[in-house]
């Protein structure tokens, strides 16, 4: 077998391989004989059909085939001569097919980038720093409450925190515009789900009365059409109605999974969630200042098998999400192409980290890993059980581990510097996702 590659570019690579006639001939010969015992021909008895006729039958589909598998081994056993890794499976193109003469063919694949990481002492860092407060605690027990509340209706002036059923249509210069209007529209004061100032302008409204009001789209509003426009809004609140908030009792601690005899016990098991939202949410926010900084540094060619690759796991995420109604190739791949490109380069610049540094696994920190989760459910020592009995669920662990070493040594190297904030902005920064 002969090889030849030539580099295409960055990581694509031509490579042609060349397989002797004999090869070739030897395992179509091999393949027609085992043919030949089995095939069923009219005029001729099981095993008994000549070669000849067999040849003439099945010779080119044989060909063919053979010719498939000996391109796919060749290719195979061309990739450990030359020590290559593939991102991906290649394009093979046959060049010659004659019989009788050498076959040679090319693959046209993409190979690992080579990656040569940045200066990480250049990456800056902020790390947040926040503490839980009686209160946040407060706060989060109220959307609790909210959550499960029943509503009222109220004949009053309204307020903050109440919901309103409106009909609204809006214009700007006089005409009206894409999604300036809808129909017994239930809004809750103060959610901000509104551009600015179309919540503040109807407080106080009661049920019946109609409102004209004028508000102003943000500079960074999303539809780049009415950004900084002036509009108004015509409304009409049909009906007002105030949240009953359940009592803090043992009923109501038991619909969020939390035994608790008293409301002091309910609270300090809020605070012991708020507490691990928080620390994820700060881990979260490293991460993703992190990859930024890997990224800002450091140049990678991304393989397009390996984005497509990553796109199309992004296109079943979406549907799962959505019920999985549609067929996840439906779904354009322009929409996760950003995303994706993302995803393969932090992946491809982690891999680097370990590689260049010589990371391992650290067995204490997956075991810390599985307490902290297994923290969570109420048999803690089933939970444990359960990811030291299975190989897969446990890499999967040791998978996340090494990240946040690969993480923990980048910040070591990096700028970092101390922020302190409010619980919810610290939570708000944990949940962006880039």
Known sequence: M???????????????????????????????QETARTVRINGFRPGKVPMSVVK???????????????????????????????????????????????????????????IVLGDLSKISIEKLASEIT???????????????????????????????????????????????????????????QMIPGFEKAIVGGKAGEELEIEVTFPEDYHNEDLKGKPAKFDIKIHEVEEPQLPELDTEF??????????????????????????????????????VDGLLETTDVDIPAALSDQEIDRLRQEAVQRFGG?????????????????????????????????????????????????ASTYEQPSEVVEHFNSSPEQKSQIESSVLEDQVVDYVLSQAKVTEKKVKYEEAIQAGQTQR
């Open 134 to 192: 009686e209160k946040d605690i407060d706060t989060m027990i109220d959307n609790l409450r909210r959550q499960q509340a029943t509503m009222k209706s109220v004949k009053r002036k309204s307020k903050n925190k109440d919901v309103l059923t409106i009909d609204f249509k809006g214009s700007i210069d006089g005409e009206e515009f894409e999604g300036s209007s809808a129909e017994g529209h239930k809004l809750t004061l103060g959610s901000e």
């Open 56 to 114: 003439r039958r099945f010779g080119d589909g044989v060909r063919q085939e053979i010719v498939g598998e000996i391109m796919r081994d060749s290719y195979v056993k061309a990739l450990q001569e030359q020590d290559m890794n593939p991102a991906g499976w290649p394009k093979l193109e046959p060049k010659t097919l004659e019989e009788g003469k050498d076959f040679e063919f090319v693959a046209i694949f993409e190979v690992l980038p080579e």
């Open 253 to 290: 601690f038991s619909k969020f999974g939390i035994e608790a005899e008293d409301e002091a016990s309910f609270r300090k098991e809020v605070q012991k969630n708020m507490e691990r939202e928080l620390k994820q949410a700060v881990s979260n926010k490293v991460k993703n200042d992190v």
């Open 325 to 373: 109604q549609v067929d996840f190739q439906q779904l354009p791949k322009e929409i996760f192409q950003e995303q994706a490109e993302r995803r393969v380069k932090t992946g491809l610049l982690f891999q680097e980290v370990v590689k260049v540094n010589d990371l391992k696994v650290d067995p204490a920190k997956v075991d810390e890993k599985i307490q902290e989760i």
């Open 2 to 32: 002969q090889v030849s590659v030539e580099t295409t570019s960055n990581i694509e690579r031509r490579m042609t391989i060349g397989v002797p006639a004999q090869e070739i001939d030897q395992a179509v010969q091999k393949r027609l």
